[in-house]
């Protein structure tokens, strides 16, 4: 076999190789520039991010996001409002959420005797309706609850 090869023949297989050795190059930068293609779990999950963030600018830090991952479903929880702290201001009418933020009972509110050392002072609330029965609630409880006095 002739280790030099002709004029001609040269000419003739240098497209041929150069288009050889192009070609890998090209398709792998090719692969490089294009973008993932995006299933429709990766759509989600993108969504879900966008929706998170904008939950974030709108109520601040202390939203959190949790995944089922056995259905994958997603729950989005705003922070918790900062707990009302209404002081005791003497004995009195209070309007009290006592269980559900939308039922407001109206209770005469007087402190009794007793204390605890890490809960404070113990009231005695009588409710306006004779139907309820009277509760004790200690201070650091009432005032969660209390939403403001109405009168004296």
Not at 36 to 64: Q, V, W
Request: glycine share 6%.
């Amino acid at each position: 076999m002739n280790a030099l090869l002709s004029r001609r023949t040269f000419l003739q297989r240098a497209p041929i190789a150069a288009a050889a050795i192009a070609t890998p190059v090209t398709i792998a930068v090719a692969e490089a520039q294009s973008e993932p293609i995006e299933d429709s779990d990766m759509k989600c999950m993108r969504l879900a991010r966008e929706l998170f963030n904008a939950m974030k600018a709108h109520y601040g830090e202390g939203c959190t996001m949790v995944r089922n991952e056995v259905d994958g479903s997603l729950l989005f929880v705003p922070p918790p409002p900062p707990p009302r702290m209404v002081e005791f201001s003497g004995a009195g009418w209070y309007e009290v959420e006592d269980g559900t933020p939308d039922r407001v009972e109206v209770m005469w509110i007087e402190p009794t005797d007793r204390s605890d050392a890490m809960m404070g002072r113990l009231f005695r609330a009588s409710p306006k309706d004779t139907d309820l029965h009277t509760r004790y609630y200690f201070e650091d409880w009432f005032r969660q609850i209390a939403v403001r006095k109405i009168g004296g």
